[in-house]
């Protein structure tokens, strides 16, 4: 059984850091593209970042750049997302998500698990 399992998620404000962590087990983790994605109330679900199986490719939208970072362990089965100068905007549940894909997907669709998500919320 596949299981991803997010932490690190809290309160924070304006312009502070967090780590976000995302374990992984029941799968070859060294053979998956990982990503983060989002989801604030009444939006959608949103892609966050992401990263190859082997950690030397990563693509994140325009929102994400130069803030956001993910890297991977794959020794640890872990992946993780560094996020500095937070804005009350990026409030949300973040999740992270495991790709058989060949390509770091943007889509939802693109993702074959997920995991049940870390609340964060940055106070102005």
């Known amino acids: 059984q596949v299981q991803l399992v997010e932490s690190g998620g809290g309160l924070v404000q304006g312009g502070d850091s967090l780590r976000l962590s995302c374990s992984a087990s029941?799968?070859?983790?060294?053979?998956?593209?990982m990503g983060w994605f989002r989801q604030a109330p009444g939006k959608e679900r949103e892609f966050v970042a992401g990263?190859?199986?082997?950690?030397?490719?990563?693509n994140y939208p325009d929102s994400a750049k130069g803030r956001f970072t993910i890297s991977r362990d794959n020794a640890k089965n872990t992946v993780y997302l560094q996020m500095n100068s937070l804005k009350p905007e990026d409030t949300a549940i973040y999740y992270c998500a495991a790709s058989s894909r060949v390509v770091i997907g943007r889509s939802r669709s693109n993702y074959d698990y997920w995991g049940q998500g870390t609340q964060v919320t940055v106070s102005s």
């Open positions: 029941g799968l070859t983790f060294s053979t998956y593209n």
């Open positions: 990263i190859d199986w082997i950690g030397s490719e990563t």
